[in-house]
């Protein structure tokens, strides 16, 4: 365990770096650049080249990246050494501003959905100024976008940047309809929390499912799950709290602020939160905080998984992202307020992100799916694949009152209109949380639980900050031109709850009854990934996101596609291991031991070759069956292809692991090829 204490955010190039590095011209307009996104000239950015290239060769660099977030699910990288030769053949350190700004790279093997052809092999990386440079290992990191030769997005962070501005613009007009004329800029932040699995190595090692697909295909339930609640925030073991400690060491350095741990529900499965920031800095540091729990698990002879279901029977892993809106001057605009106009405001932001997901819940379900996402859903804790929002009764008290135009009385305090009376003021929790509900407002706001744990939060946010904002310039437009705006703004708020209501719930998302409801509401449910795509491209989404300028229709399209080609191929890659491990350790186990017991001499080995034999042929038409279907997909174009792996697929897969793990359960430790379930989630 490493016991130093880094400085926090002392391998960033951050505010202080840059004031000691820069002269304070260029760091002034370094500034104006990370703060309103004005034009950095060349000339200014030579100069913060060669202070970033000092800082980082005294923190031990010697190659610099343009650090991106490729449509694959991982961050990419291609270093570059600070040498250059000098005519006289000697080597100096240098880099410049073009360098800085602007990086090359082959984009033809990276996923493009069509956007790109193989021979097509130019991709741009453009420096984003707003999220900190910093030294990783021996190299500098700059965080970047990345898009093709004709400028199509070819990552997350883009569509991320694009709709943060959207959002800001359609915030300042709503704003300033509430008086409010200074403030310059509105910043959606976020806190992703992060759940993990820790098994150890030399188990991970020994089972191919783990290896191949991060998750366990095959495995009979232990006779202990995480029934009895005891590691959920129970006492952490000093091996994981060793891990932790070197964690947080590693992310403190990196200026990412992590400030939560602590076991959670089911048994190996552990949570990190950090501290709120600007939606693309903290999409950046997820991924930062993705590698370091992987890289620094594998030094404490542990593996971390970050797969959305890697244990049948007990909890999957999520990502809640906690999203909210702040003014530049730090107000934050889900606080209720104390003053007729901020409840005011504060009521009309709220319904438009209660407006946003009860007209584009596809498109929230589509941020979050994949196959992994798919297992998660719906169970243990993750909520369902029923888009619903949970605002608590006091809030939802209030937005019956002004729907019914009535008065609401709390603590001896009356709404009678909007803007008119004191709106009784919230505490941070008005009331329990609601851990089924995927979509929950806790105090000052959203709690989005669908993201799976290894997801990029780029994608979800992509789209709440996109239709939020095509919102509240619906509203802007509406109010600019009012002649009357407290009555006008007392019926859009009503005329909105109204038309949105069927989207909130504040029960139970999990019961029988409420899928009843929500199909009863017209509520969509779209539990697979297919069945979410084909909404990918409905004209209302495909409008949303061109006039907003997040988009084009072909970027939409390649998504769409790079979506359904990843799922079909994650499914294919999970069938085809599960066929290895059948037919190569599981049904040579059963029958090695089968043959052990010949002669059959008692009742209890005559019954076990029985069973053993039943299932081991079962077994194997199966996996004949599963190799079949595989390949079949694999056949297919990405749409046929993915309904193909849903409907005759992951059918067969589910039979063939039901089988497997009624054979390992007769089966004993000594003859099974490979580590149980007990043996991983208890082995630490």
């Known amino acids: 365990m490493n016991t130093e204490r880094p400085s926090f955010g002392s391998l960033v190039f951050g505010d202080a770096a840059m004031k000691q590095y820069l002269a304070p011209s260029v760091y002034e307009k370094i500034q104006k650049t990370i703060k309103n996104g004005k034009h950095l ?69 990276l996923p493009s959905g069509g956007l790109r052809a193989t021979f097509e092999a130019r991709g741009y ?66 806190g992703a929390e992060q759940e993990y699995f820790l098994i150890p190595e030399e188990l991970f090692v020994k089972r191919k499912d783990l290896i191949y697909t991060g998750r366990t295909l095959f495995g009979a339930r232990p006779p202990k799950g995480q029934e009895l609640d005891d590691h959920y925030y129970g006492s952490i073991k000093p091996r994981v709290a060793s891990f932790m400690t070197d964690v947080n060491n590693e992310l403190w350095a990196l200026g990412v602020p992590a400030k939560t741990e602590h076991n959670e529900a089911a048994p190996a499965q552990h949570e990190l939160a950090p501290i709120f920031t600007t939606s693309n800095i903290a999409a950046d540091q997820n991924q930062l905080t993705m590698e370091i729990l992987k890289n620094v698990a594998r030094r404490h002879g542990l593996v971390c998984l970050l797969h959305e279901k890697p244990f049948d029977g007990v909890n999957g892993s999520g990502k809640h992202n906690n999203w909210s809106m702040s003014t530049d001057d730090g107000v934050n605009l889900l606080e209720p307020g104390e003053t007729p106009a901020e409840n005011a405001q504060f009521l009309l932001f709220l319904s438009a992100i209660v407006s946003a997901v ?82 929950a407002f806790t105090g000052n706001k959203f709690e989005f639980r669908i993201p799976g744990a290894p997801a990029s939060i780029s994608s979800v946010n992509t789209v709440i900050n996109t239709t939020v904002a095509s919102k509240l310039n619906e509203y802007a437009d509406i109010l600019e031109g009012s002649d009357n705006f407290a009555d006008d703004l007392h019926q859009l708020i009503r005329d909105e709850i109204s038309a949105h209501r069927r989207i909130i719930f504040n029960g139970n998302c999990y019961s029988a009854q409420w899928r009843e409801e929500a199909e009863k509401r017209g509520l969509s449910n779209l539990p697979s990934t297919p069945e979410a795509l084909a909404h990918m491209l409905d004209e209302k989404n495909v409008r949303l996101f061109t006039e907003m300028g997040i988009f084009t229709r072909a970027e939409l399209i390649s998504r769409r596609e790079i979506m359904l080609e990843n799922y079909c191929k994650l499914i294919c890659i999970e069938g085809l291991t599960m066929v290895d491990m059948a037919r190569r350790q599981i049904i040579p186990a059963v029958n090695s031991f089968r043959r052990s017991l010949i002669p059959a001499e008692t009742a209890y080995e005559r019954e076990i070759s029985l069973k053993l034999a039943s299932l081991s042929d079962k077994a194997f038409s199966l996996v004949k069956k599963l190799e079949r279907n595989v390949e079949g997909a694999r056949a297919l174009s990405p749409q046929d292809g993915a309904d193909y792996c849903l409907n005759d697929v992951i059918p067969v897969m589910n039979e063939l692991r039901s089988v497997c793990d009624g054979a390992e359960l007769l089966t004993p430790e000594s003859f099974w090829p490979f580590p149980n379930y007990g043996d991983l989630m208890f082995g630490i």
Not at 49 to 63: F, L, S, Y
Not at 174 to 190: A, D, E, I, Y
């Open 41 to 109: 000239d060349i000339d200014i950015a030579n100069e913060v080249a060669d202070g970033m290239k000092n800082w980082a060769i005294e923190k031990g660099a010697t190659h610099f990246t343009h650090w991106f977030q490729p449509l694959n699910g991982v961050t990419a990288e291609k270093h570059d050494s600070f040498i250059c030769t000098t005519a006289d053949g000697d080597v100096i350190y240098k880099f410049s501003g073009r360098e800085l700004i602007k990086g090359e790279g082959d984009a033809s093997s």
């Open 125 to 190: 990386t453009a420096w984003d100024a707003t999220s900190y440079a910093f030294v990783k290992g021996r190299v500098l990191c700059i965080p970047t976008a990345f898009c093709s030769y004709d400028g199509s997005s070819l990552d997350n962070k883009t569509p991320l940047l694009r709709s943060m501005e959207k959002i800001s613009k359609a915030a300042l007009r709503v704003l300033k309809l509430f008086g409010n004329g200074k403030t310059s800029c509105v910043r959606t932040t976020v």
């Open 358 to 439: 009860d007209e584009y819940p596809e498109l929230i379900r589509i941020s979050v799916a994949g196959a992994g996402n798919d297992h998660r859903l719906g169970g243990n804790e993750a909520p369902p694949a029923i888009i619903s929002v949970f605002l608590g009764d006091e809030i939802t008290g209030v937005l019956d009152a002004i729907e019914e135009n009535r008065p609401y009385s709390s603590h001896e305090k009356e709404l009678l209109r909007v803007g008119v009376h004191t709106m009784p003021k919230f505490p941070r929790d008005t009331t329990d949380r609601n851990r089924t509900s995927p979509i």
